[in-house]
C-alpha cells in the first residue's frame, strides 16, 4: 500500500512539473514577427509581368486561369504563378536604405531580374555571400534579404513557365489522329474508327485527356509541311498538332504557338496507337 502511495506522489509531481514548465514557456517574450515585404492581396492581381536579361515575360489572369501573353500565347504553370504571388508576403530577414552608387554593389543597377505585380515592382540583385540570401528592392526603394527561393523560377526561360498539359480541361469532343477517328456519341460515349472494344477506346481518351509534357521547346523556323496531323476538338474549338517526330520520343508541334511538346517513351506511344487490350 505504502508503495502505492509513493507512485501517485511521484506522478503527482511530475504532471505538476510539467505543468509549470508549459506556463513558463508560455509567460516567454515570443519573437516578434518579420515584417512582410509588401502588403499586397494575391486575389487582386491580375497581370503579371517578369523581366531578366533581355526577357520579358507577360501573364493575365483570366476566368479560366492564368495565361501567358509574351513571349507565347498559353496557359501558364499554376504552381509557378503562386510562387510569384507569395512574394509580396515574403519574410524581410533585414533592410536598409540605399541610394545612387550603392545598389550596384546589390546588383540591383540594373537589377539581374525583376517581377511586377500590377504596377509594383521587386527587383531582384545578388545574393548575400555570406547567408546566400537574396537582395530585393521595393518599391519604397529600401532594400531587403529575403530567402533565395525564387531568383532560379526567375531566370529561367519562357517555355518553362507553360502548362505542360496538352489539352485544357474543357470538354473532349473528337480525337483525329493518324489512320484513327475518336468521336464521342449522342448518349456522352465514344466510338471509333476502325472500330476498338470500349474499354480500349475510353484508356485511349482518358491517355489524351490526361495528357502531359515532359517538355516543352520552342520551335524556331517555318513550320514544316507533309508532317502528319492530328485534330482536336474540344469545347467546340479545334486544336491542331504536327507529329515533328515518333521515336525516340513523340514531338508534337503546336503550329500557331510555335511550341513543341515532348512526351518520352511509353507515355508517348500511347497518343498515337490504341492501348493494349486486357490479358494481352
Do not use: C
Request: no cysteine; proline share 8%; aromatic share 10%.
Amino acid at each position: 500500500m505504502r508503495h502505492g502511495w509513493l507512485t501517485i506522489a511521484v506522478l503527482f509531481l511530475l504532471v505538476a512539473g510539467l505543468g509549470g514548465w508549459v506556463w513558463w514557456l508560455q509567460r516567454q517574450p515570443q519573437e516578434a514577427r518579420k515584417p512582410a515585404l509588401a502588403d499586397i492581396d494575391p486575389k487582386t492581381v491580375r497581370h503579371i509581368t517578369v523581366r531578366h536579361d533581355a526577357t520579358r515575360i507577360v501573364f493575365e489572369r483570366s476566368d479560366g486561369g492564368w495565361r501567358m501573353r509574351q513571349p507565347y500565347e498559353a496557359r501558364a504553370d499554376s504552381y509557378r504563378i503562386e510562387q510569384v504571388l507569395a512574394l509580396p508576403k515574403t519574410e524581410s530577414q533585414a533592410s536598409y536604405q540605399v541610394s545612387g552608387d550603392e545598389l550596384r554593389k546589390f546588383g540591383l543597377e540594373p537589377p539581374r531580374a525583376e517581377v511586377v505585380l500590377e504596377k509594383t515592382p521587386f527587383r531582384f540583385g545578388n545574393q548575400n555571400p555570406i547567408d546566400f540570401r537574396r537582395y530585393v528592392q521595393t518599391a519604397d526603394g529600401r532594400v531587403h534579404l529575403i530567402e533565395d527561393t525564387l531568383f532560379h523560377l526567375l531566370t529561367s526561360p519562357p517555355t518553362d513557365w507553360i502548362d505542360t498539359r496538352l489539352l485544357p480541361e474543357d470538354e473532349l469532343q473528337e480525337l483525329a489522329l493518324p489512320g484513327w477517328h475518336l468521336s464521342r456519341t449522342e448518349k456522352g460515349g465514344w466510338r471509333a474508327e476502325p472500330e476498338l472494344a470500349p474499354e480500349r477506346l475510353q484508356r485511349w481518351v482518358d491517355a489524351w485527356r490526361l495528357a502531359r509534357a515532359i517538355q516543352i521547346g520552342p520551335f524556331e523556323g517555318p513550320v514544316p509541311t507533309g508532317k502528319p496531323e492530328i485534330r482536336i476538338r474540344v469545347d467546340g474549338r479545334e486544336i491542331r498538332f504536327l507529329v515533328l517526330q515518333r521515336e525516340p520520343e513523340l514531338i508534337l508541334l503546336r503550329p500557331e504557338r510555335k511550341l513543341r511538346y515532348h512526351f518520352y517513351g511509353q507515355s508517348g506511344r500511347r497518343l498515337l496507337q490504341p492501348p493494349q487490350a486486357a490479358g494481352d
